[in-house]
């Protein structure tokens, strides 16, 4: 988008898009992603059985949070300057094998955590 001309984010105005780098896209984009989430399962009923769940829960959406606020945009800098996309790409892809297999960890503990509960429970659900 941002080689065509189609990278844009909100205007001041809070009405209409400008033009923007990627940086600010990034941040327009994924900067508030889990805000919403991770007020919502620190509000969940915590019970001795859901203290752990809402405790992996809450570690998983602050660790992708840190991902989107951090490392995003330092990706995303990389192609505002012009950085080769082999460069971009060995980025994306450290990012991935570094921090992506923790945070695959860190949702692999909260489905052994919520899926019995929610198999116990009668909570209906769908796997994708």
């Known amino acids: 988008m941002k080689a065509n001309g189609t990278l844009q984010t909100l205007a001041d105005d809070k ?25 919502k399962i620190n509000n969940l009923s915590k019970t ?29 800098k990389m192609i505002d300057d012009g ?14 094998n570094t921090k992506g297999v923790e945070l695959d960890k860190k949702y692999k503990k909260v489905m052994d955590l919520l899926l019995p509960y929610a198999d116990k429970h009668g909570v209906e659900y769908k796997k994708i």
């Open 15 to 39: 009405k209409s898009m400008r033009p923007s780098t990627c940086v600010e896209a990034v941040n327009f984009y994924y900067g508030e992603t889990f805000k919403e989430d991770i007020k």
């Open 83 to 96: 950085k080769t996309a082999e460069e971009v790409d060995l980025a994306a892809r450290h990012l991935d």
């Open 48 to 76: 001795d059985e859901t203290k752990p769940i809402i405790k992996a829960g809450i570690e998983l959406f602050e660790y992708a949070q840190e991902i989107q606020r951090n490392d995003f945009p330092k990706i995303a």
